[in-house]
């Protein structure tokens, strides 16, 4: 159905997506949110840097849809960072009609449904996908329009909340690309501080054989002396 639909012309898919059930909606809404998060990691991140579909947390069966791999203590060990899609539809809607309608009744009560609705999403990433120290201690909600991010911060304390409380921090599609490419330049950073160290120890190698050397020279000095 999703790839019926998506085939569609802007104003045949408008038309249809208003005739479907609200499951219908959330599932056509849902899948393509998924494929504009995916589409961004790929384009800022390589292969080896993320995974899709994997598990985070030890004895659970939920897959997270991507895991950013994040340098672990030490060179040869990682920890993946948790990012999962979420629109929380029918509220949003219902919150984007009221203001059409100009009801300040319906506003409120639609925007404390919304923040519900964000809370529940971001505490299901929470025990689902956290488990440090086979994860970070935080994991990325992504929201697919801007629309919907900047009501989500219209609301006041619920982006602090959530990420106090649930440990999860809110993107969009004009975030998530600030936030993968600060990831991108830690990266980089771990490399050249890795980089780094195999100098050294080459260094360290190099000045062990040249005080052999040194000490070798001054051996053959005294016997000619």
Do not use: C
Not at 45 to 51: G, R
Not at 125 to 133: N, V
Not at 175 to 184: E, H, I, K, W
């Amino acid at each position: 159905m999703v790839l019926t639909y998506l085939m569609l012309s802007k104003e045949k898919a408008a038309s249809v997506f208003a005739e479907l059930e609200p499951p219908e909606q959330e599932l056509i809404i849902n899948s393509i949110s998924d494929a504009q998060l995916g589409a961004i990691i790929e384009d800022i991140l390589n292969k080896a840097q993320y995974e899709e579909n994997v598990i985070t947390k030890k004895g659970s069966s939920d897959r997270v849809e991507f895991a950013i791999k994040m340098p672990g203590k030490d060179s040869e060990s990682l920890v993946y960072l948790p990012v999962d899609s979420k629109f929380p539809v029918e509220n949003y809607s219902r919150l984007i009609a009221a203001y059409d309608n100009g009801d300040k009744a319906e506003i409120e009560k639609y925007s404390k449904a919304l923040a519900a609705d964000v809370k529940e999403q971001a505490k299901k990433i929470s025990t689902k996908y956290l488990d440090p120290p086979m994860t970070t201690d935080f994991g990325i909600m992504f929201v697919p329009t801007e629309s919907l991010y900047a009501e989500i911060l219209r609301i006041p304390g619920l982006s602090d909340e959530v990420r106090q409380k649930h440990h999860v921090s809110i993107t969009s599609p004009s975030t998530l690309p600030v936030a993968l490419n600060g990831l991108l330049m830690g990266f980089k950073t771990v490399a050249i501080e890795k980089r780094s160290a195999e100098v050294w120890q080459t260094l360290g190698a190099v000045k062990t054989q040249f005080g052999k050397f040194s000490d070798l020279l001054e051996g053959v000095q005294k016997k000619l002396q």
